[in-house]
């Protein structure tokens, strides 16, 4: 290497929800493995102040984010209707008609402004995609105003995934200049949808640092599978899945369940539910149980499990999900059979996680998980079993 | 009660539930007459299911009507959404409202339900469709396929509208008709941009349903019994889904806490957060346990407001005018009171403005607030806000029935004698009002249609006339005709009377006031030998001031009727091409035959039987070009030009012709190369020329 080289710095955006010690330890490890080739500078938004300690050998720094916003703005109005300028569905109908007034909030506009210092020898910026199913506004901003100042200062950004990006939304993969994957399927599916050729996919020594796991999963979900087949009275023949239900797809779980309805009497269905996700005065809970009544009614049991305790979902014998979300990548890092039903989707499968689009393999699928309950079995069944043999 | 509604469909968007009050109380009615009533949800982060089955409503999806086979097409229209946001959220924030992931699901939603309304109003085949307005996506798309279908889409107003102008932008815009509930509304709407021909007031259909409940049930009485309040002073106060400090209201809560004969309701609003309403309330109840009820959506509102003795107002709210029509007191606490702001109760005197300490007062005091009210302001406000409210629903109902006639009824010829013509032209003249104009009207008549052939005149009187325009008729020579229009015979009626006695080869209808210029007849004589028999032929129409009045109609973006480039001045560029378009208006030439083929004028289009019959000619003739405007053929209105104002009118036109009306304007701009600018530029001179001269 030439003795006067400037080495150029990477720019890695951290917030809250985005780093786990694990994460810490490889992005210190990556940083000095890099440091003769690559400035390897982490930035955090004073949103995320509380991380900085954390993260403190990471040599942090810290930039201010401000926000402004105006209500009813006739100008602002009218700058979102140039943008959409017209452009119209397949068969007619300007976008402009159809979202401007309610969806994007007619004349209110809000605008995040990141004050990151540009030393000028930025070569790119690396920051966490958000997904539909798992993510905080505050941290969505950042994300959105990042893509922004990166583009206003040239610098080309690259988005890395944490959960799956192989579903039906793309927006957000879509905004920065190249995408990490950590997954073959998420690959596969951006490779379709991007319009550019910048993805990658990470080795599986990299790709695993980037877990949702804790240390304490698998004890605490044996503990917690004990504990709900005792209250919940579910037999061992009895087949559990886990929904890791979400309130922006209430219409495609309700038909998931409808298709399986006639499997129901073999079925416990667990919901994963959150406890933030409080539309009107309903909690999720109580939209389930409203919406969902006469579909209930035709399975064995059903339980409600709060999403922040994950590991429960060691008792299900499969998710069943209608899109990959927070918990299906749990479930796929832990070898957790993860049923997946969009009929907007190919289908595909990789390893325990399966992707199908029609009503009739979702059945199909439905039926093998039935069959194949029959031959789990506890330590406590087969000890008991034993104990009734009683000794030869 | 007739059996027009048996084996009719109705299908009705509905969301929230305190939008669907609006909604129900039309639908129960028409179900009672034989209609069936289906009910339609979209997918929303907001459950809008939950909506229909608290109100035990059988609802369907719109997802439900997605097949396998729209997949295609709705990931196309995703993706095309997608690369539009995706190009916009990369440079700048305007589009940034929600988060992107939210946005996200919201465009993919849009792409699926796009096609699921497609294809429900394929598999259902409403008579008529209904949402409570058209300002969302999901109203927004069903309406524009209820219009693709030719099925009437009728909506109403969602709430006050308070709010600005622009955010009303496109409220009847694929709405057959937009029903609302009083002239104040109205004005409102179409002081932006809304078609005024299509906005009909009606009054407020839950109203009157709401409170004749209220008197038959006993509610106030049972309520209070209830809540064990039968003999307390009962204040409701109600808040909006923007919660203001609690502080604001602790001296009332202390006030009603320490006294046992006073009780204090809170109402929070339906789209208030359940998080926030636990915070707020265990503000209160921390330091205040006595006489309070706290509501969120528990109880009904009217069922509150028929309980209390007073309503508070600590925000803007929809219900201050709701606790008027229900003839009760309403405060608004003076921290609440924006001075000069519009539509402000208080402003309008229908509205007690009061400190804190001063309510606090008069509740202790045991006033009673209907005597401190002005109830001739209130009655007049009333009036202007909510009109015929007691006959809302029969209004709307009987509204409904006649855009279904409209829309279904088929065209058929004209029965009667068709004459045998002598004479090439016969000149059909409605008598103006005025004997001057009248004198011009015939001045012109006479000095400009000098030989192209021979012609009668069959004048159109009225019944009741001033003594000129009898002077002036008795006085008439030569070959002039005169029907008497009697009261009740409306004008398309008397002109189809005029075109079957007429002995002309072309019939021409002009509309009161309206004069024609030089060389007219040879203008049209011309355009008959160059376009042949088949074809109706419209001018160049100037108002009094020299501003366009017809070169030709185009449609809105309301999807309404226009005159291309309407009150730019007459030799405006653009009006002076001479080409096809789909209407013409106040003046019409064409062959007798094809008159009588195209079942001449409908007397329910009334004010719109020009453009009516050249919807109808189009039909007829199978020829989208069958309706040409001649710009070298000129007229002038010599007085004041006739607003298309009658209600009944509108409803034929937009429910005869739902499908057929669409935006034309903005391609009419784009072929001559006129930009929106380009327009506003005109239009800005245009009034500077009309000021001056003024």
């Known amino acids: 290497m030439a003795k006067n080289h400037k080495i150029k710095k990477i720019l890695w955006l951290i917030q809250s929800n985005q780093i786990t010690p694990t994460i810490n330890e490889f992005l210190k490890l990556l940083q000095t493995r890099m440091e003769r080739l690559i400035n390897l500078s982490f930035i955090v938004p004073e949103t995320s102040s509380e991380i900085l300690e954390k993260i403190k050998d990471l040599n942090p720094t810290s930039f201010k984010v401000s926000n402004r916003s105006a209500t009813k703005s006739y100008k602002g109005y009218l700058a979102k209707r140039e943008i959409l300028?017209?452009?119209?569905?397949?068969?007619?109908?300007?976008?402009?008609?159809?979202?401007?007034?309610?969806?994007?909030?007619?004349?209110?506009?809000?605008?995040?402004?990141?004050?990151?210092?540009?030393?000028?020898?930025?070569?790119?910026?690396?920051?966490?995609?958000?997904?539909?199913?798992?993510?905080?506004?505050?941290?969505?901003?950042?994300?959105?105003?990042?893509?922004?100042?990166?583009?206003?200062?040239?610098?080309?950004?690259?988005?890395?995934?944490?959960?799956?990006?192989?579903?039906?939304?793309?927006?957000?993969?879509?905004?920065?200049?190249?995408?990490?994957?950590?997954?073959?399927?998420?690959?596969?599916?951006?490779?379709?949808?991007?319009?550019?050729?910048?993805?990658?996919?990470?080795?599986?020594?990299?790709?695993?640092?980037?877990?949702?796991?804790?240390?304490?999963?698998?004890?605490?979900?044996?503990?917690?599978?004990?504990?709900?087949?005792?209250?919940?009275?579910?037999?061992?023949?009895?087949?559990?899945?886990?929904?890791?239900?979400?309130v922006a797809m209430i219409y495609e779980y309700q038909e998931m369940l409808r298709i399986i309805a006639p499997l129901g009497k073999k079925l416990h269905l667990m919901f994963s539910y959150g406890e933030d996700q409080v539309r009107g005065a309903h909690t999720q809970k109580e939209m389930v149980e409203i919406i969902y009544k006469n579909e209930l009614e035709q399975f064995a049991s059903y339980s409600f499990h709060n999403m922040n305790s994950p590991w429960e979902m060691l008792m299900a014998d499969s998710l069943a999900a209608c899109s990959p979300c927070f918990q299906t990548n749990i479930a796929q890092e832990k070898n957790i059979p993860t049923l997946i039903f969009d009929p907007m989707l190919p289908a595909m499968t990789n390893g325990f996680k399966q992707r199908v689009n029609t009503m009739e393999s979702l059945k199909k699928a439905m039926e093998n998980l039935i069959t194949r309950k029959a031959k789990k079995m506890e330590f406590g069944t087969i000890f008991m079993q034993l104990a009734k043999a009683g000794r030869k | 009660m007739t059996d027009f509604w048996k084996n009719k469909k109705i299908i009705a968007y509905i969301a929230l539930q305190h939008h669907t009050r609006f909604i129900t109380p039309v639908m129960e009615n028409l179900e009672s007459q034989g209609a069936t009533i289906k009910y339609i949800v979209g997918q929303a982060e907001r459950s809008q299911e939950i909506t229909a089955i608290e109100l035990g409503l059988t609802y369907s999806h719109i997802f439900d009507f997605i097949t396998d086979k729209n997949h295609k097409e709705i990931q196309k229209n995703y993706n095309l959404l997608k690369n539009t946001f995706a190009g916009s959220l990369k440079n700048d924030f305007f589009l940034g409202i929600l988060p992107v992931t939210v946005t996200d699901k919201t465009l993919f939603s849009t792409a699926t339900e796009y096609v699921g309304f497609k294809n429900l109003l394929k598999k259902e085949k409403p008579d008529l469709c209904f949402a409570l307005h058209e300002l969302n996506r999901w109203g927004k798309m069903f309406a524009f396929w209820a219009k693709k279908s030719n099925v009437p889409?009728?909506?109403?107003?969602?709430?006050?509208?308070?709010?600005?102008?622009?955010?009303?932008?496109?409220?009847?815009?694929?709405?057959?008709?937009?029903?609302?509930?009083?002239?104040?509304?109205?004005?409102?709407?179409?002081?932006?941009?809304?078609?005024?021909?299509?906005?009909?007031?009606?009054?407020?259909?839950?109203?009157?349903?709401?409170?004749?409940?209220?008197?038959?049930?006993?509610?106030?009485?049972?309520?209070?019994?209830?809540?064990?309040?039968?003999?307390?002073?009962?204040?409701?106060?109600?808040?909006?889904?923007?919660?203001?400090?609690?502080?604001?209201?602790?001296?009332?809560?202390?006030?009603?806490?320490?006294?046992?004969?006073?009780?204090?309701?809170?109402?929070?609003?339906?789209?208030?957060?359940?998080?926030?309403?636990?915070?707020?309330?265990?503000?209160?109840?921390?330091?205040?346990?006595?006489?309070?009820?706290?509501?969120?959506?528990?109880?009904?509102?009217?069922?509150?407001?028929?309980?209390?003795?007073?309503?508070?107002?600590?925000?803007?709210?929809?219900?201050?005018?709701?606790?008027?029509?229900?003839?009760?007191?309403?405060?608004?606490?003076?921290?609440?009171?924006t001075p000069n702001s519009a539509h402000s109760f208080v402003d309008q005197g229908v509205a007690l403005k009061m400190r804190t300490e001063e309510f606090i007062e008069h509740l202790l005091e045991k006033t009673d607030f209907s005597s401190l009210m002005d109830q001739e302001k209130i009655t007049q406000y009333l009036e202007n806000e909510l009109t015929e409210t007691p006959t809302a629903i029969k209004k709307v109902c009987a509204i409904f029935e006649k855009t279904i006639q409209a829309n279904t009824r088929p065209i058929s010829s004209l029965k009667g004698t068709h004459q045998n013509p002598d004479k090439k032209w016969s000149i059909i003249v409605q008598v103006p009002e005025n004997p001057d104009v009248f004198l011009s009207q015939l001045e012109a008549l006479a000095c400009n249609s000098e030989n192209q052939g021979d012609y009668e005149i069959i004048l159109l009187e009225p019944e009741k006339k001033s003594k000129g325009i009898v002077r002036i008729l008795d006085s008439l020579e030569g070959d002039v005709k005169k029907i008497t229009i009697q009261e009740g015979i409306n004008s398309p009626a008397m002109m189809n009377k005029a075109g079957e006695i007429a002995k002309g080869e072309i019939l021409i209808f002009l509309e009161k006031n309206l004069a024609p210029l030089k060389d007219w007849l040879y203008y049209l004589n011309n355009a008959f030998l160059k376009y042949g028999n088949d074809k109706i032929f419209g001018a160049r129409i100037s108002d009094k001031t020299g501003k366009i009045a017809n070169a030709g109609m185009v449609v809105d973006h309301n999807n309404a009727p226009v005159s291309a480039y309407l009150h730019l001045n007459i030799e405006f560029p653009g009006g002076l091409k001479e080409r096809s378009f789909q209407m013409v208006d106040y003046f019409i030439a064409m062959k007798n035959n094809l008159f009588f083929r195209t079942g001449g004028f409908t007397k329910d289009a009334g004010d719109y039987a020009f453009l009516d019959i050249c919807l109808k000619a189009l039909k007829v003739t199978n020829d989208p070009t069958a309706i040409i405007y001649l710009p070298k053929l000129k007229m002038i209105f010599l007085d004041n030009i006739p607003r298309k104002s009658n209600m009944d009118d509108s409803i034929y036109f937009y429910g005869k012709w739902n499908s057929c009306l669409w935006d034309s304007e903005k391609k009419l701009h784009m072929d001559d190369q006129v930009s929106p600018k380009d327009i506003d530029h005109v239009k800005i001179t245009s009034a500077m020329q009309s000021a001056i001269s003024s």
Do not use: M
């Open chain 1, 85 to 246: 300028n017209e452009i119209e569905f397949s068969q007619g109908l300007t976008f402009t008609d159809v979202l401007l007034l309610d969806d994007l909030g007619g004349g209110n506009v809000i605008q995040t402004t990141l004050n990151i210092e540009n030393s000028g020898d930025t070569q790119g910026l690396i920051i966490q995609i958000p997904t539909p199913l798992g993510s905080s506004e505050t941290e969505e901003r950042v994300f959105h105003s990042a893509i922004i100042w990166a583009r206003q200062n040239k610098i080309p950004v690259i988005g890395y995934e944490l959960l799956p990006l192989d579903n039906r939304w793309t927006l957000a993969a879509s905004l920065p200049d190249g995408v990490i994957t950590r997954s073959w399927e998420s690959h596969e599916h951006l490779e379709n949808i991007l319009d550019h050729n910048n993805l990658w996919i990470l080795p599986l020594y990299e790709a695993s640092i980037f877990s949702s796991v804790s240390n304490e999963f698998n004890i605490n979900g044996a503990k917690a599978s004990y504990h709900y087949q005792t209250t919940h009275k579910i037999p061992d023949t009895r087949t559990i899945l886990y929904l890791p239900h979400n």
């Open chain 2, 153 to 337: 889409f009728i909506t109403f107003q969602e709430g006050l509208t308070y709010g600005l102008d622009f955010g009303y932008s496109g409220h009847a815009q694929y709405s057959t008709l937009n029903l609302v509930w009083g002239k104040r509304i109205k004005n409102k709407l179409v002081s932006f941009e809304a078609p005024e021909s299509k906005i009909i007031p009606v009054g407020n259909t839950h109203l009157a349903k709401e409170i004749a409940h209220q008197t038959k049930k006993k509610i106030r009485k049972t309520k209070r019994k209830k809540y064990k309040i039968s003999n307390s002073f009962v204040t409701l106060l109600i808040l909006s889904a923007r919660l203001p400090v609690p502080d604001l209201f602790k001296p009332i809560f202390k006030a009603v806490s320490e006294n046992t004969d006073q009780k204090i309701f809170v109402k929070f609003h339906p789209a208030c957060k359940k998080l926030q309403i636990d915070t707020w309330i265990h503000a209160v109840i921390s330091q205040f346990k006595n006489n309070n009820f706290f509501i969120h959506s528990q109880e009904s509102t009217y069922d509150l407001i028929s309980v209390a003795d007073v309503v508070v107002l600590g925000q803007k709210s929809t219900t201050g005018l709701e606790t008027l029509a229900f003839g009760k007191p309403l405060v608004k606490l003076d921290f609440a009171y």
